[in-house]
C-alpha cells in the first residue's frame, strides 16, 4: 500500500551526538515536511521541500538539517541533539500546496 | 501566534453520544483540516474544508466554518470507543504550512 514510512520509530541519541532520522513515501508526492511534536503539544513545522526547494521555518534551529536526494526520500538530521530535542518527529507528505498531509508514524527520539 | 486553539482541552463522553470540538484561528485562510491521532502515533488526515464552504460531511464526521468568526467545529456522531483520540484543527494559509492548535483529547467510554 502507499504510504509514508519512517525508520526507525525509536531512536535514542547521547546529548551531542548526530542523529539522522529518515522518511521515504510510496504517494509520489511533490511536498515533504518535517514537524516536531513535544508531549501534549501540537506539531510544529520545522522545514519542508516542495520537489528539490528547502523551505526553512524561521524559527527552527541551525540544530536541524534536512536533505531530500529524490523524490521518495527525505531526511532529517540534528548535528547535536540536547535534551530539549527529545520529542516525535513526523514525516509528511502532500500532493500539492493546500492539500491534504499524509502523515508517517513517527520516530520517537530520546536524548540522554 | 499563527496556532489556533481548541475548546475543549479534553472531552470524555459515553459510547454512542456526539462528540463536539471546537477550532478557532487568527489569520484568513485557504482551507481548515482536521486530523486525529492516536497515541504516539503519526496523524490522519479526516476532512478538508475550503473557506469558501461552509460545512462538509463524512460519514460521522460533520465539519462547519464559519470564517467571519474565524472558528471551525467537528462533530462526531454516535462515538465508538476506537474514536478516543486527540483532534487537532489545522490551518493552512496557502503558503504550504499547515498550523495546527492546540488539540482536543477524547475519551469515549465503553
Known amino acids: 500500500d502507499a504510504m509514508v514510512i519512517q525508520n526507525p520509530r525509536y531512536q535514542v541519541t547521547q546529548f551531542g551526538k548526530p542523529v539522522t532520522l529518515s522518511c521515504s513515501q510510496t504517494l509520489n508526492h511533490n511536498v515533504m515536511y518535517w514537524y516536531q511534536q513535544k508531549s501534549s503539544q501540537a506539531p510544529k513545522l520545522l522545514f519542508h521541500?516542495?520537489?528539490?526547494?528547502?523551505?526553512n521555518e524561521a524559527d527552527t534551529p541551525d540544530n536541524f538539517q534536512s536533505r531530500r536526494p529524490n523524490t521518495s526520500f527525505c531526511f532529517l538530521d540534528i548535528r547535536s541533539p540536547g535534551l530539549g530535542d527529545a520529542a516525535m518527529y513526523l514525516c509528511?507528505?502532500?500532493?500539492?500546496?493546500?492539500?491534504?498531509?499524509?502523515f508517517g508514524p513517527g520516530t520517537r527520539l530520546t536524548v540522554t | 501566534s499563527q496556532q489556533g486553539e481548541e475548546d475543549p482541552q479534553a472531552l470524555s463522553i459515553q459510547e454512542g453520544e456526539n462528540a463536539t470540538m471546537n477550532c478557532s484561528y487568527k489569520t484568513s485562510i485557504n482551507n481548515l483540516q482536521w486530523y486525529r491521532q492516536n497515541s504516539g502515533r503519526g496523524l490522519v488526515h479526516l476532512i478538508l474544508?475550503?473557506?469558501?464552504?461552509r460545512e462538509k460531511h463524512s460519514g460521522r464526521l460533520r465539519v462547519t466554518l464559519d470564517t467571519s468568526k474565524k472558528s471551525s467545529s467537528l462533530l462526531i456522531t454516535a462515538s465508538r470507543a476506537a474514536d478516543t483520540a486527540s483532534y487537532f484543527c489545522?490551518?493552512?494559509?496557502?503558503?504550504?504550512?499547515?498550523?495546527f492548535g492546540t488539540g482536543t483529547r477524547l475519551t469515549v467510554i465503553p
Open positions: 521541500y516542495y520537489d528539490k526547494d528547502f523551505n
Open positions: 509528511a507528505t502532500s500532493r500539492d500546496n493546500s492539500y491534504e498531509q499524509y
Open positions: 474544508i475550503r473557506s469558501n464552504e
Open positions: 489545522a490551518t493552512d494559509e496557502g503558503t504550504n504550512n499547515l498550523f
